[in-house]
Every structure is written in C-alpha cells, then in structure tokens.
T-cell receptor, first 115, second 113 residues
C-alpha cells in the first residue's frame, strides 16, 4: 500500500504571497491531520479533517486554512505569508474511526521557505 | 492529554538494546502511550502504541509499568539507522481528541558504531 504523499516537497515563496500544499492519504484513510514543525516550536498540530469536515483545530491564526475533498485528499492554504511561516509542513492520515483506528501515519513533509 | 517527560538525549552502542524511558505520571485510564520517531528532516514514523499491556512488533517492544505512570521503548538490536528523535505521546481515543498528537521535545538517540 502506498504511504502518505505530499506535494510539493520543497517550496520557496516571498512574504505576502499565499501557498497551497497538498496531501494524499493512505488508501482507505478518511482522516487527515496537518502539523507544522519549526526549530523553535517543534511539531505543532494545525487541524484535522474527516469526511470533508474540520473536526479539530490547533492554535494557529486564520491565515492557516484547509479543506478535504470527497476522495479524502486534503489541501492546506497559508495566506499572507510571513517569515515565521518557514517550516516543515507535515500531513498525517488515519482510518479515522475509534477503537484503535486512530494511529496516524505521516508523509515526508513539504519544506516551505519564506523570503 | 497527559504530558510526557523524556531525557533529551541518549547514546547506544550498535547491536545493543536501546531502552528509551518516558514518564507520564498524569496519564488517565483511557489514554494510550504512542511512540514515534523522526529521522532527520523526514516525517515522523509510527513505532508502537499500547494501553496497559506490554506490546511488541517487528520494530520494538513497549513496556508499560503496572501503575501506567511510565513506559520504556526497547529497540532490541540498535543499528546506525535507528539514530533519530524518539517521541513518546499520550493520547486518548475518541471524540475531542481526534487527529491531534501533542509532541514534546523527544529523546535524541545516537547509535554509535
């Protein structure tokens, strides 16, 4: 079974621009979660989508948004980029049910550099 | 979700067992212990998880104390490729905690030849 895939793998943007990152979950997985990893803050949870609905949300400003499509693929968008948004953005998928179906599997990440 | 405490770094000789401790003294009855590792600049890799019984899979063993306040991840025969940051995470299953893992700083394991 193919793992979680993320595109693009690397991205360079300038301040003020917006960016869209894509995540394709493992086949059959319905939950997709997004995380941001920076050297200063570590790995932080952004949000989770399940069946096209945002089910959980971390503590990030409204510039960070996401969506999920009917095939469970997910995108996250960051508008009005700031230098501090430079980070590794990770996507994780899980079956999304309960009773042991919640183990998350991570993709390789998208490394975003904001200049 | 309960907070975890891990040593910031550990060394292990190649071929020996690596024992990584984790304290989670405030864990509640419905919270699971998860272990992930992250090799430099890659996405975290799931290793193992458990509730109260010891667990073993092809990668590692997880030993949880009877009072569940601490656990140990055991890599039985560490190799250089096991050099990574290891994260111990406690989380509950069910509504309100779906899809959210809270990562601490983890333990950097250095396997030496």
């Amino acid at each position: 079974k193919a793992g979680v895939t993320q595109t693009p793998r690397y991205l360079i943007k300038t301040r003020g621009q917006q960016v869209t990152l894509s995540c394709s979950p493992i086949s059959g997985h319905r939950s997709v979660s997004w995380y941001q990893q920076t050297p200063g803050q570590g790995l932080q949870f952004l949000f989770e989508y399940f069946s096209e609905t945002q089910r959980n949300k971390g503590n990030f400003p409204g510039r960070f948004s996401g969506r999920q499509f009917s095939n469970s693929r997910s995108e996250m968008n960051v508008s009005t980029l700031e230098l501090g948004d430079s980070a590794l953005y990770l996507c994780a998928s899980s079956l999304g049910g309960s009773g042991g179906k919640e183990t998350q599997y991570f993709g390789p990440g998208t490394r975003l550099l904001v200049l | 979700d309960a907070k975890t405490t891990q040593p910031p770094s550990m060394d292990c000789a190649e071929g020996r067992a690596a024992n990584l401790p984790c304290n989670h003294s405030t864990i509640s009855g419905n919270e699971y212990v998860y272990w992930y590792r992250q090799i430099h600049s890659q996405g975290p890799q799931y290793i193992i998880h458990g509730l109260k019984n010891n667990e073993t899979n092809e990668m590692a063993s997880l030993i949880i104390t009877e009072d569940r306040k601490s656990s140990t991840l055991i890599l039985p025969h560490a190799t250089l490729r096991d050099t990574a940051v290891y994260y111990c995470i406690v989380r509950s299953h069910g509504s309100g905690n779906t899809g959210k893992l809270i990562f601490g700083q983890g333990t950097t394991l250095q396997v030496k030849p």
